[in-house]
């Protein structure tokens, strides 16, 4: 059984930055890529970040420059750094393991964890 635990969500002021973890347990997590979604009340789930077993990352245009997604298998964890951070980038982040399919829509990714609470005030 795939476990997928979030971690480093907060409340900072637009400008500040934050860390978000994605801590893997139950797969091959060198052999996974892992993708990072986001979802304010009242919008769809979104693409923010995707990280292949090789590392190659891909990013959407809202957060390219911004974010950076990185992995460190021998902790098999994938982190999310997030600078310059936007009161529009108020949402419930998670992490989830790609499946199949196109990379950044959320139906391609299996396991999901409970997601980590991100609060950017103006």
């Known amino acids: 059984q795939v476990q997928l635990v979030e971690s480093g969500g907060g409340l900072v002021q637009a400008g500040g930055s934050l860390r978000l973890s994605c801590a893997a347990s139950?797969?091959?997590?060198?052999?996974?890529?892992i993708g990072w979604f986001r979802q304010a009340p009242g919008k769809e789930r979104e693409f923010v970040a995707r990280i292949g077993w090789n590392s190659i990352t891909y990013y959407p245009d809202s957060v390219k420059g911004r974010f950076t997604v990185s992995r460190d298998n021998a902790k098999n964890t994938v982190y999310l750094q997030m600078n310059s951070l936007k009161p529009e980038d108020t949402a419930v982040y998670s992490c989830?393991?790609?499946?199949?399919?196109?990379?950044?829509?959320?139906?391609?990714?299996?396991?999901w964890g409970q997601g980590t609470q991100v609060t950017v005030s103006a």
């Open positions: 989830a393991l790609y499946s199949t399919g196109i990379y950044y829509r959320w139906t391609s990714y299996n396991y």
């Open positions: 139950g797969s091959t997590f060198s052999s996974e890529t």
